[in-house]
């Protein structure tokens, strides 16, 4: 009874919160989110709370209205950026990646509308055959980037889309990220230890990836619990817990005590910049990945 009443506080926080469809984000120069100011408007925000909880209730208003949003963003090539403005920052291979498969997960696109993206996205790599953020750097004055933990989002994508044999390289590098213990230093766009293995563990969903990634995902987690306590390192073990079948009971209370009375989760950073001090966050998607881990492990009871 205390997960559904958290749960159904969450989820009305969330559907006062939108604009519609848009959430808005705030900047910080601290982890923590202390001197805060909002960040220009950014499509992400909206993806992470649509992936994480809107998801679980398809035929509500604000999940229709985010989806509409969402799609009202996408280029005509079905790429798009982090932020609306798109002057910004250029549309780029993990923002895409990570909207679509959101869309194919609520059946807002199927894999036919979306093959050519992601063949696109499969050849936009270095010289070791790793899949880069950016596709057209240069127009930006941008450097090209490879980041392990916006690699599993794409490699999610890529094998959604049935391009499993193009991605070798890249769960290779991502797989020894865990195994050498890189991914407790964080990753240039997501500081996080809990974020790598949040999102890597969504790949074992792929037979395939489970033989690989399974193991070393276990050896991760179990060395995560109990060392932080922001919601979103909670919900992301939770969840990273439930997919992995590890018991992280012990972790759901503390995670409930934070709900504040309007229903939402403290505000935590998720993204940072790349090249200089910032962290992006905000109630609502620590509320999103919050719910997320509620109704896991709800399921799971």
Do not use: W
Request: charged fraction near 25%.
């Amino acid at each position: 009874m205390e997960i559904k009443k958290a749960i159904d506080k969450g989820f009305s926080f969330l559907e006062r919160k939108h604009q519609n469809g848009f959430y808005s984000c705030q900047v910080s120069e601290r982890r923590d989110m202390n001197s805060l100011r909002y960040s220009p408007n950014e499509v992400a925000s909206s993806v992470l709370i649509l992936n994480t909880a809107l998801s679980k209730r398809p035929n509500a208003e604000t999940t229709k209205k985010v989806i509409k949003y969402v799609l009202n963003n996408l280029e005509e090539d079905k790429t798009i950026s982090f932020f609306e403005d798109k002057k910004l920052l250029p549309s780029d291979t993990e923002t895409t990646s990570f909207t679509l498969s959101t869309l194919i997960k609520t059946n807002t696109l199927n894999i036919q509308e979306t093959k050519s993206v992601a063949e696109k996205i499969s050849k936009n790599i270095d010289k070791n055959k790793l899949i880069q953020i950016y596709f057209n750097p240069e127009e930006y004055n941008k450097k090209n980037r490879v980041d392990h933990v916006a690699l599993s989002n794409i490699c999610y994508f890529l094998y959604q889309n049935g391009l499993n044999h193009q991605v070798k390289e890249s769960i290779e590098y991502l797989t020894k990220h865990f195994e050498h213990d890189k991914f407790q230093e964080g990753s240039r766009y997501y500081f996080s230890p809990e974020s790598a293995i949040y999102f890597s563990s969504k790949l074992i969903e792929f037979p395939e990836l489970k033989n690989l990634l399974e193991r070393p995902l276990k050896e991760a987690l179990r060395s995560r619990i109990g060392k932080t306590n922001y919601p979103l390192d909670l919900a992301m073990r939770i969840v990273s817990a439930n997919k992995l079948e590890i018991n992280n009971f012990s972790e759901l209370n503390q995670l409930i005590s934070l709900q504040n009375k309007d229903g939402s989760f403290p505000i935590n950073s998720i993204y940072k910049f790349g090249s200089k001090e910032g962290y992006f966050g905000s109630r609502e998607i620590s509320t999103a990945f919050a719910l997320e881990a509620l109704m896991s492990m709800s399921l799971s009871q």
